[in-house]
């Protein structure tokens, strides 16, 4: 099938690459002309893995190219993916202008044969016919070009489009991953033409074809209408947001008890009612999606005359935890004044370079205002030009330079590569040797015969 992916961040470009990849001809669309440029010369702009090999070999096989030129990707596909940011507003709110635009222009270029217009991006419950209204608007406007200058008028009241709400379920570490080996599917949208065409699009996913268990049973497809889609993306979020929370206010309640989270966490996860993923404790949640996410449902609860109480806990508990690792540092060193403090991972989970909202941030600033010298040192930013673009922070090339001259670490992001330092080493080159193990994820005896006092969260 033809297929058109507008905005090529983290969602867009490991759509465009996987459909290309199960055989769909593909255009990627982005207004960054930087980044298209780059993305034409075959290296992707984020590090997701397996992503480069595949958009690689796509891009040889001429089922994938990348332009700036919405009108062209327009005309290209039957089926056009919306997949631009939608960040969040100081409110809390959706920034939705960038699925404005995009809806708009499309509307503006919409020409030819029928088409659906997909909403990948996270859009606030009632969006899809909020894109509809928009792309008739953009065809309107097109209707008031004067005949003769550019594309022939289309006709307003006879459209040529639906709207399908296709939410995203990847995790940034293992998009690809993810993308072929879906939980499920879910499709909202009432004309069963733009539903049969979506099924048509994911039908090799869906069997399994690119999974990494191709004997699995095939993915479950939900059809939903267009505002229960988008509230199963924000409801997923916000309930893996709240397991978070939940299991972090069990764990501040072990420290003071004196149990420990991780073995409670077992013994929790093995109710199969419950289950054990999303289970572990640590300085709290961020990325560019659980944060703004379960802000938005809150902000749209409100809207409508909702308290969202638990929503409300659920953010105000990932606030507090993500100050806890400071806590802990002042208990440790008392003053921070003066004090060096290096923080083992920077990005807000490993394998991504995404530092959106990411906990060490929070920290940095923190850090900063109590007087201390903060570096870090982490497997991406560390060895990318992302390394001159931090504040508040020396990023070093190796743990070892690292650990040199500092008071404490602060282990951040579980990258797997921390599992197995020589922390013998980097005790020795400390001025103290203390570890706060922010995610509960190296081994506290290996630590201490290491030669570091070790403090885990709840652990
Ligand atoms: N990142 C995730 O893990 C994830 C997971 C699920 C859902 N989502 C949702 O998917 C959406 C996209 O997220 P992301 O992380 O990929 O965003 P991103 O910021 O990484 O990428 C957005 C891209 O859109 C481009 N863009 C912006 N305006 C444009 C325009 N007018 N025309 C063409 N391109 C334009 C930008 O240049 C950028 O490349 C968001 O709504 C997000 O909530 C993200």
Same mark, same amino acid.
């Given at each position: 099938?033809?297929?058109?992916?507008?905005?090529?961040?983290?969602?867009?470009?490991? /759509?465009?690459?996987?459909?290309?990849?199960?055989?769909?001809?593909?255009?990627?669309?982005?207004?960054?002309?930087?980044?298209?440029?780059?993305?034409?010369?075959?290296?992707?702009?984020?590090?997701? &893995?397996?992503?480069?090999?595949?958009?690689?070999?796509?891009?040889?096989?001429?089922?994938?190219?990348?332009?700036?030129?919405? #009108?062209?990707?327009?005309?290209?596909?039957?089926?056009?993916?919306?997949?631009?940011?939608?960040?969040?507003?100081?409110?809390?709110?959706?920034?939705?202008?960038?699925?404005?635009?995009?809806?708009?222009?499309?509307?503006?270029?919409?020409?030819?044969?029928?088409?659906?217009?997909?909403?990948?991006?996270?859009?606030?419950?009632?969006?899809?016919?909020?894109?509809?209204?928009?792309?008739?608007?953009?065809?309107?406007?097109?209707?008031?070009?004067?005949?003769?200058?550019?594309?022939?008028?289309?006709?307003?009241?006879?459209?040529?489009?639906?709207?399908?709400?296709?939410?995203?379920?990847?995790?940034?570490?293992?998009?690809?991953?993810?993308?072929?080996?879906?939980?499920?599917?879910?499709?909202?949208?009432?004309?069963?033409?733009?539903?049969?065409?979506?099924?048509?699009?994911?039908?090799?996913?869906?069997?399994?074809?690119?999974?990494?268990?191709?004997?699995?049973?095939?993915?479950?497809?939900?059809?939903?209408?267009?505002?229960?889609?988008?509230?199963?993306?924000?409801?997923?979020?916000?309930?893996?947001?709240?397991?978070?929370?939940?299991?972090?206010?069990?764990?501040?309640?072990?420290?003071?008890?004196?149990?420990?989270?991780?073995?409670?966490?077992?013994?929790?996860?093995?109710?199969?009612?419950?289950?054990?993923?999303?289970?572990? #404790?640590?300085?709290?949640?961020?990325?560019?999606?659980?944060?703004?996410?379960?802000?938005?449902?809150?902000? /749209?609860?409100?809207?409508?005359?909702?308290?969202?109480?638990?929503?409300?806990?659920?953010?105000?508990?990932? /606030?507090?935890?993500?100050?806890?690792?400071?806590?802990?540092?002042?208990?440790?060193?008392?003053?921070?004044?003066?004090?060096?403090?290096?923080?083992?991972?920077? /990005?807000?989970?490993?394998?991504?370079?995404?530092?959106?909202? #990411? &906990?060490?941030?929070?920290?940095?600033?923190?850090?900063?205002?109590?007087?201390?010298?903060?570096? #870090?040192?982490?497997?991406?930013?560390?060895?990318?030009?992302?390394?001159?673009?931090?504040?508040?922070?020396?990023?070093?090339?190796?743990?070892?330079?690292?650990?040199?001259?500092?008071?404490?670490?602060?282990?951040?992001?579980?990258?797997?590569?921390?599992?197995?330092?020589?922390?013998?080493?980097?005790?020795?080159?400390?001025?103290?040797?203390?570890?706060?193990?922010?995610?509960?994820?190296?081994?506290?005896?290996?630590?201490?015969?290491?030669?570091?006092?070790?403090?885990?969260?709840?652990?």
């Amino acid at each position: 099938m033809r297929v058109c992916v507008i905005g090529t961040g983290y969602v867009g470009l490991v /759509t465009g690459v996987s459909l290309s990849h199960i055989g769909h001809d593909v255009i990627c669309i982005d207004n960054n002309e930087e980044k298209v440029k780059l993305m034409q010369s075959g290296q992707s702009p984020i590090f997701e &893995p397996g992503l480069s090999e595949l958009m690689q070999s796509s891009m040889e096989a001429g089922r994938l190219s990348f332009s700036s030129d919405l #009108a062209a990707g327009v005309a290209h596909g039957d089926i056009l993916f919306i997949a631009v940011g939608t960040p969040p507003l100081p409110t809390g709110e959706s920034d939705t202008r960038y699925v404005e635009a995009v809806a708009r222009g499309i509307g503006e270029h919409l020409n030819g044969g029928y088409k659906v217009i997909v909403n990948k991006s996270t859009v606030p419950i009632g969006s899809g016919d909020w894109v509809r209204m928009i792309v008739m608007d953009g065809i309107s406007e097109r209707q008031q070009v004067p005949v003769g200058v550019g594309a022939p008028a289309a006709k307003p009241e006879d459209p040529m489009f639906d709207v399908v709400s296709n939410p995203e379920f990847l995790r940034e570490g293992s998009a690809v991953y993810d993308t072929f080996n879906p939980d499920r599917i879910v499709l909202g949208g009432s004309n069963p033409k733009a539903i049969a065409m979506m099924k048509e699009l994911y039908e090799p996913i869906v069997e399994r074809q690119f999974a990494e268990d191709k004997d699995a049973p095939q993915v479950p497809i939900l059809v939903t209408d267009l505002s229960s889609a988008e509230m199963v993306k924000y409801a997923s979020n916000a309930f893996l947001a709240t397991k978070i929370s939940f299991i972090n206010e069990v764990a501040n309640i072990c420290d003071r008890v004196g149990a420990d989270v991780v073995q409670v966490a077992q013994g929790i996860g093995l109710d199969s009612r419950i289950g054990s993923k999303f289970l572990q #404790a640590g300085i709290g949640w961020g990325g560019s999606c659980f944060p703004k996410d379960v802000s938005a449902l809150l902000h /749209t609860a409100d809207d409508y005359g909702y308290e969202a109480q638990l929503l409300r806990a659920t953010i105000d508990v990932n /606030t507090r935890q993500r100050l806890l690792s400071l806590e802990k540092l002042q208990q440790m060193l008392k003053i921070l004044k003066g004090k060096t403090v290096g923080l083992l991972g920077l /990005t807000f989970k490993p394998d991504t370079d995404d530092m959106r909202d #990411a &906990p060490s941030l929070i920290l940095i600033e923190h850090l900063n205002r109590l007087g201390a010298k903060v570096k #870090a040192y982490d497997p991406i930013v560390s060895q990318s030009g992302m390394r001159n673009g931090m504040t508040g922070v020396i990023v070093e090339t190796d743990v070892e330079r690292l650990a040199d001259g500092c008071d404490a670490l602060v282990l951040v992001t579980d990258w797997q590569q921390f599992k197995d330092l020589d922390y013998g080493k980097m005790a020795q080159l400390m001025t103290t040797p203390n570890m706060i193990d922010g995610r509960n994820f190296l081994d506290r005896k290996t630590l201490e015969e290491a030669g570091f006092t070790y403090s885990g969260v709840g652990h």
